[in-house]
């Protein structure tokens, strides 16, 4: 132990999402699953911008729809 060096007390692990999403992609299901992702936003999206949609017939069946 050197007299005077700063040693830090505790340490914070961080991992970056872009490797974790490349990882995702790179399976099957996680490729699947991102895309599925993609297309309910796309459909909540269009309803959305639908000036025409009746807020009684939207239906809430995936927590990607919220409220």
Do not use: W
């Not at 050197?2 to 299901?29: E, M, R």
């Not at 599925?36 to 025409?52: F, I, Q």
């Not at 009684?56 to 927590?63: E, G, P, R």
Request: hydrophobic residues 35%; contains cysteine.
């Amino acid at each position: 132990m050197s007299i005077g060096k700063k040693v830090p007390c505790q340490q914070f692990c961080t991992i970056l999402l872009g490797p974790q999403l490349q990882a995702l992609c790179h399976s099957h299901s996680g490729a699947m699953d991102m895309y599925y992702l993609d297309r309910k936003m796309r459909e909540v999206t269009e309803m959305l911008s639908n000036p025409g949609t009746d807020a009684a017939n939207i239906v809430y069946d995936d927590i990607l729809c919220g409220n």
